[in-house]
């Protein structure tokens, strides 16, 4: 029996290296299209600030660990046996129902993957133990924690709501304020904007996240939390003092600094609300292994309700599975797939194809949209749209200049607006989409910059339906996929749970370490971040 579950936790181990590289090349379009689509900074520069955001987030993810253990199943209710079943279940359905997305170069919701696979596997596992004990179906509520696993659900599906229309307003305003030529107006305001932003990074990432940090002490924690105030009136006078002499007197541009600290705080974010989703299962199964071998005989029925009593993570499984996502970032050719099509959802330019297709439900909802707005022409003056169209002139390029996905304003807005999103759910222990908010942001940024006209509006449209559609299928799918492996091991017993975790570490080494990517995806992923002539003159010369 130990050589078993020991057996168990080398696989979900490897499992979980294969889900950080899976589930990081799904999600790292959140943190690094909106820097990749203002080409702020060379790439090479965007990974490594993002690098060391995730490396330093990481470690601050140990609270949302419960999550796996106690957020969807309640496991005084469970064996050892049972959770372990639940365990390699939801690894083995996570990898390869990632891994298929992946593929298909859609960016979906690991946090709804792992969650309705929790659900789906404890509901399995409850109703086989149900069934072989001869209990009412109605004790089946006894084995699921309802009450977390739907504030979870409803986080989630509310981040999609507030994420787009919190984009949608402060993108608006600031575009009113600073407009497109925003050179006059930014030399007088960009040092409040840049300690605005800096300010309120360092708030929710540092004094709201601190209580997830695997390394910080009660006293300093206490130390922060009383000096809060002090910290963020310093901060602000700091950054808005440095930032508006540095415009003043060197005439910097502080955007690209506003946009990398942006990356750096949404990859921190990321890091530290969404590391649960790739390693929270294989550590709720390791500390499953030491409640259950501190027990005299070790005997696999026990119950697990000693789950709720580990609350701190290793620091140095933190670190590693940070340095294994960084290495992802670097080498994964389907992240930079997923990358390309977030940019080209919000990009303000017409790459001359679109990505979607259109759809009716596009089609109704553009026609709707342009009816509101001539019935808001009919009843405001003319005057005040014409004040408000001045507004949204866009600057004359340059000879030979080539126009950026979107520019360094709406950069900073989509990236400084995510990380505090998801960083105030951290701090609420809520594992918050991070592919929802930075995706929906990036949409309601967009629609207030203008960037949808009536040609593009409807691909736009269509692709926005087809990522939702694809995060809300995600659902039904982890669910159901899980709830079948389990009961499959649940069946089969010790055999099947071997072979299944087998099978997908196979599939997965497969698929992304033996197979060769095709010459045109290789070569689009190359040039996806360059904008300047040489790259265009050879994407050309190639398509001739």
């Known amino acids: 029996m130990e050589l078993f579950v020991y057996t168990l936790l080398g696989l979900l181990a490897a499992l979980a290296c294969c889900d950080l590289f899976v589930g990081v090349s799904n999600d790292a379009s959140n943190f690094l299209n909106s820097a990749v689509g203002s080409r702020t900074a060379p790439f090479w520069v965007i990974l490594a600030v993002a690098s060391v955001g995730v490396i330093l987030g990481a470690t601050f993810s140990s609270g949302m660990m419960e999550i796996a253990k106690t957020g969807v199943f309640v496991p005084e209710m469970l064996s050892f046996k049972e959770v372990m079943v639940i365990f390699c279940a939801v690894m083995v359905t996570d990898v390869l129902l990632l891994n298929t997305f992946n593929s298909l170069g859609l960016p979906t919701s690991t946090t709804v993957s ?3 696979e929790l659900l789906g596997g404890t509901i399995a596992v409850a109703c086989w133990k149900i069934w072989a004990n001869g209990y009412p179906l109605t004790d089946l509520g006894l084995y699921v924690n309802s009450g977390k696993a739907l504030a979870m659900i ?37 040092g409040t904007l840049g300690g605005i932003a800096l300010t309120s990074i360092l708030y929710f990432l540092v004094v709201k996240g601190a209580r997830g940090a695997s390394f910080m002490q009660p006293e300093w924690i206490e130390w922060i939390e009383t000096h809060t105030s002090i910290i963020l009136i310093s901060s602000f006078a700091f950054f808005t003092v440095i930032f508006q002499a540095l415009i003043l007197f060197f005439r910097m541009n502080i955007f690209p600094v506003i946009i990398l600290a942006g990356t750096f705080a949404l990859a921190f974010a990321f890091a530290g609300n969404d590391l649960v989703n790739f390693v929270g299962v294989p550590v709720a199964a390791m500390d499953s292994v030491m409640l259950w071998k501190a027990q005299p005989g070790m005997d696999p029925g026990m119950m697990m309700g000693g789950l709720r009593d580990v609350k701190v993570t290793p620091t140095v499984i933190l670190g590693a599975s940070g340095l294994i996502m960084c290495l992802t970032l670097w080498f994964s050719k389907k992240a930079h797939r997923v990358i390309q099509t977030a940019v080209n959802l919000s990009s303000a330019t017409r790459g001359g ?31 005040v749209f014409t004040a408000i169209d001045s507004r949204f002139v866009k600057r004359k390029l340059p000879p030979g200049e080539v126009e950026p996905p979107f520019d360094e304003l709406r950069a900073s807005v989509n990236l400084v607006l995510a990380a505090i999103l998801i960083s105030t759910a951290t701090s609420m222990k809520l594992p918050l989409s991070t592919t929802y908010v930075t995706f929906m942001v990036a949409m309601g940024s967009s629609l207030a910059d203008r960037a949808w006209d009536r040609e593009s509006a409807v691909y736009r449209i269509s692709g926005v339906l087809t990522v939702i559609s694809g995060w809300f299928m995600t659902a039904f799918s982890a669910a159901t996929a899980c709830g079948f492996v389990a009961t499959l091991m649940c069946w089969l017993g010790s055999p099947m749970m071997i072979l299944g975790m087998i099978t997908a570490f196979a599939i997965i080494v497969r698929t992304n370490l033996l197979s060769k990517q095709p010459e045109a995806v290789v070569e689009e992923a190359k040039h996806v971040y360059k904008g300047d002539q040489n790259s265009i003159r050879e994407l050309l010369t190639t398509s001739v």
């Open 353 to 383: 194809k679109e990505q979607f297709g259109s759809s009716l439900p596009a089609r109704l909802i553009v026609r709707s949209a342009i009816q509101m707005n001539e019935v808001i022409h009919q009843v405001l003056p003319k005057s």
């Open 114 to 116: 792992i969650v309705f």
């Open 154 to 190: 409803m986080g989630i599906l509310a981040s999609v709501i507030i994420a787009f229309f919190t984009g949608l307003i402060l993108q608006y305003f600031l575009r009113l304020l600073f407009t497109f030529n925003y050179e006059k107006i930014y030399r007088w305001l960009g």
